[in-house]
C-alpha cells in the first residue's frame, strides 16, 4: 500500500535560519510526490512537484525539495525562513491508478519566529 | 487560466438537516473531481472523485453523496447531517491524467461547514 509520513506535528525555526520539513513515503513503482502549503482557511496552495530528472526540485516562494530514493524521503527545505512562510505543510504522494489520485501526509505546521 | 469556486464559504446547520455544497472549475474541459474533509485543521480525508459526468467514485462509506451533473461541476450532498459531518471541505480539479501526465491537484477556497 502506498503511504506518506510527516514525523514532525510542528517545526520551529528562527526568521533567517534554514528550514526542513520532512517527509517520507512508501510506494510500488516511480514515486510521484507533491509539496503543498495551507494557510488558515484556505485552500491547499501547490509549492512543488517531482516527477524525475534533477533530486533537487524547485518550486515557489523561495521553497525545494530533495528527492532521496535510497532513503525514500522527499524533504522540503528553504534556505532562509520568514515569518510569512508559518503555515501547514503537506507532502503527497500521486497513486498508480490513473484517477489523479494522491495520498497526503497529516501535515506539519511550521512556525518562524522573529 | 483555470479558476475553481467553491460556495458558501461558510455554512452553520442544524443535525438532521440537508446539506448541498457546490463546487465549479473554470477555463479547463474534462477535469478530474475531488472532494476532501479536512478535520480540526489537520489530514486531509478524500471522500469523493470522479473522472467523468456521472461517473462517481467514493472513497469512505458515510451519509454523504456526491454528484457531476455536467463537466466542470461537482455537488457534495447528505439527506441528513451528523455532527461528526463538520468540517472544512476542500474541493480539488486535476487536468484528465492518463498516461504519462502526473499532474497537481488545484484546489479551491474551501466551505467551512459547522453543524449544531
Known amino acids: 500500500a502506498q503511504s506518506v509520513a510527516q514525523p514532525e506535528d510542528q517545526v520551529n525555526v528562527a526568521e533567517g535560519n534554514p528550514l526542513t520539513v520532512k517527509c517520507t513515503y512508501s510506494?510500488?513503482?516511480?514515486?510521484?510526490l507533491f509539496w503543498y502549503v495551507q494557510y488558515p482557511n484556505r485552500g491547499l496552495q501547490f509549492l512543488l512537484k517531482y516527477i524525475t530528472g534533477d533530486n533537487l526540485v524547485k518550486g515557489s516562494y523561495g521553497f525545494e525539495a530533495e528527492f532521496n530514493k535510497s532513503q525514500t524521503s522527499f524533504h522540503l527545505k528553504k534556505p532562509s525562513a520568514l515569518v510569512s512562510d508559518s503555515a501547514l505543510y503537506f507532502c503527497?504522494?500521486?497513486?498508480?491508478?490513473?484517477?489523479?489520485?494522491?495520498?497526503f501526509g497529516q501535515g506539519t505546521t511550521l512556525q518562524v519566529k522573529p | 487560466s483555470q479558476t475553481i469556486h467553491q460556495w458558501p464559504a461558510t455554512l452553520v446547520q442544524p443535525v438532521g438537516s440537508p446539506l448541498s455544497l457546490e463546487c465549479t472549475v473554470e477555463g479547463t474541459s474534462n477535469p478530474n473531481l475531488y472532494w476532501y474533509r479536512q478535520a480540526a485543521g489537520r489530514g486531509l480525508q478524500l471522500l469523493f472523485y470522479?473522472?467523468?459526468?456521472?461517473?462517481i467514485s467514493s472513497e469512505v462509506p458515510q451519509n454523504l453523496s456526491a454528484s457531476r451533473p455536467q463537466d466542470r461541476q461537482f455537488i457534495l450532498s447528505s439527506k441528513k447531517l451528523l455532527l461528526s459531518d463538520s468540517g472544512f471541505y476542500l474541493c480539488?480539479?486535476?487536468?484528465?491524467?492518463?498516461?504519462?501526465?502526473?499532474?497537481?491537484?488545484?484546489f479551491g477556497p474551501g466551505t467551512r461547514l459547522t453543524v449544531l
Open positions: 503527497a504522494v500521486r497513486t498508480s491508478s490513473n484517477t489523479g489520485k494522491l495520498i
Open positions: 480539488a480539479w486535476s487536468p484528465l491524467a492518463g498516461g504519462t501526465t502526473y499532474n497537481e491537484q488545484f
Open positions: 510506494v510500488s513503482g516511480n514515486p510521484y
Open positions: 470522479s473522472v467523468g459526468i456521472g461517473q
